[in-house]
Each structure stands twice: as structure tokens, then as C-alpha cells.
């Protein structure tokens, strides 16, 4: 039943939803700033599928090469996200959007397929016991517990950057290394700043807006990064409450 599902391409990007969370009859600054984002990243091959719904159904990856994370490989895709939740979880939609993922990978010839995971799940990364479900294994790890998911079709494997293992930064101040893919990142980015010059917390957003920036950066990241007094905290999405917590460490 694949006519339940469209990949976005440039002649339907501006059309379709973009299957978060996030609903809205105006246009909304997160998803306007995603399809800019997608329209460059289609070019490089950057796969984006869906349900033919306005729901939270879909997968996202890309070659390897030309993923914006700090992760080395030959011939690998990178699955950034993938997502069935709400009424439309349990229905097998995830399964069949893996399914989609790893066929397209092995009839493009590629090595393999990997993403980000963690020893324990964090709320902003793909479900890894659902991927290990279709042979991902630990490939990689980081000294706090991130790790590098992989299903090898031909026995190489990729591997977290070296620069990605540094997990640490000579700023002291709040600092968040962000990019443009997620819809919510843009608004979360603007209350942080709001809620910190309203605070007078210091504080460092750096925008990561191209590939170079993306693989060089001292952390693992799939969108997201943040570091406190030098050392990296976490890649998921923070708000105020979070940043009260880390300002007392």
C-alpha cells in the first residue's frame, strides 16, 4: 500500500506537511525554516517520506557524506528520524517506513545504514530498540554513553568522528549548537534567547548552516547540541526549566 506514503520532492515541498507536531492554519516561522532547509538537502540526496496525512508518520535520512552530523563512513545512508506516534502509532507505519529505508539503501548499493542512539533512550532520537529489531548494532560510543547505530550490509562500519568524542568546548557560558532541520527548533531557540537576556544568563546560540560545520562539531549531534561550563550536556531540546537545572551544577 505504498500509495499511502509521497516522498517530498522540490515540485511538492511547499504543498505537503511536514509531520510534526506542530498545527497551524498560518504559516509557522519552524516549518518555513524547515523547507528552506529541505530544498538544499533534496538536492544532495536527503530522503524525506511520509503518510499522505497531516500526522507524525515519517522517515528521514540521507547519504552519509552529506549528513550534518560528525559521522564518518563510505557508502552509508544516516536516518536522522523516524517517526509514527499519536493515533497512528502500532499501526506498522514505522516498520514499513524502516522497510523502505533499508530497500532504498540496498538498491542504491549502499554499505549500510546508520543513526544516533544512546545506552539510555533519549525523548528526541529514533526508538533504537525498534532499530536494533532489524540487526543495528553498536558500532561506536561516546564516554557518556551515546552511541553509534549501524545494520552493515557488507561488514564495514562508520563511526562517530573524532572531533564528535571531544565533548568539550573552551566556552564556560551556555552554549547550543543548532541547525534548521527540526520545526521546533527555531522557535525554541527564540525563547531561549528571550528567556536568558530576560535572566542575564550568558549565553552562545551558534547556528550550524553547512556541512563543513556539521561534521567538524565537538560533539555527536542530530540537530541539537547543548554545553555548560565546557562540557557537553545533551542533544535534546532544552527549555527554561532545563537551563535553571544546569545553571546550579
Known amino acids: 500500500m505504498n500509495e499511502e506514503f509521497i516522498t517530498?520532492?522540490?515540485e511538492n515541498l511547499a504543498d505537503e506537511h511536514l509531520c510534526c507536531i506542530i498545527r497551524s492554519k498560518k504559516p509557522h516561522p519552524g516549518v518555513e525554516a524547515k523547507r528552506q532547509w529541505?530544498?538544499?538537502?533534496?538536492?544532495?540526496?536527503?530522503?524525506?517520506r511520509k503518510l499522505r496525512e497531516k500526522a507524525t508518520v515519517f522517515i528521514e535520512y540521507a547519504p552519509l557524506e552529506t549528513a550534518w552530523v560528525p559521522v564518518t563512513g563510505k557508502n552509508y545512508d544516516y536516518i536522522y528520524c523516524l517517526w509514527a506516534a499519536g493515533d497512528h502509532k502500532g499501526k506498522g507505519y514505522?516498520?514499513?517506513?524502516?522497510?523502505?529505508c533499508l530497500?532504498?539503501?540496498?538498491?542504491?548499493?549502499r554499505s549500510g545504514v546508520c543513526m544516533l542512539g544512546a545506552k539510555k533512550q533519549k525523548s528526541w532520537l529514533t526508538d533504537q530498540s525498534f532499530a536494533k529489531k532489524y540487526g543495528f548494532e553498536v558500532v561506536d560510543t561516546t564516554a557518556d554513553g551515546y552511541e553509534l547505530l549501524a545494520l552493515s550490509f557488507d561488514g564495514t562500519v562508520?563511526?562517530?568522528a573524532q572531533n564528535a568524542k571531544?565533548?568539550?568546548?573552551?566556552?564556560?557560558?551556555?552554549?547550543?549548537?543548532?541547525?534548521?532541520?527540526?520545526?521546533?527548533?527555531?522557535?525554541?531557540?527564540?525563547?531561549?534567547?528571550?528567556?536568558?537576556?530576560?535572566?542575564?544568563?550568558?549565553?552562545?546560540?551558534?547556528?550550524?548552516d553547512t556541512l563543513q560545520k556539521a561534521k567538524e562539531l565537538p560533539c555527536v549531534f542530530n540537530n541539537y547540541a547543548v554545553f555548560y561550563?565546557?562540557?557537553?550536556?545533551t542533544v535534546n531540546l532544552v527549555d527554561a526549566a532545563y537551563i535553571k537545572r544546569i545553571l546550579k551544577k
Not at 94 to 100: A, F, I, V
Not at 103 to 109: N, T, V
Not at 229 to 233: D, I, L, N, S
Open 8 to 10: 517530498l520532492t522540490l
Open 38 to 48: 529541505l530544498a538544499e538537502r533534496i538536492k544532495e540526496g536527503h530522503v524525506f
Open 94 to 100: 514505522g516498520k514499513r517506513l524502516m522497510e523502505y
Open 103 to 109: 530497500a532504498d539503501a540496498r538498491e542504491k548499493g
Open 158 to 160: 562508520p563511526s562517530f
Open 166 to 208: 571531544k565533548q568539550t568546548i573552551d566556552r564556560q557560558e551556555l552554549t547550543i549548537y543548532y541547525d534548521l532541520q527540526c520545526p521546533f527548533i527555531y522557535q525554541n531557540i527564540e525563547k531561549l534567547q528571550a528567556y536568558c537576556e530576560a535572566n542575564a544568563v550568558p549565553v552562545s546560540l551558534i547556528q550550524v
Open 229 to 233: 561550563k565546557g562540557g557537553f550536556q
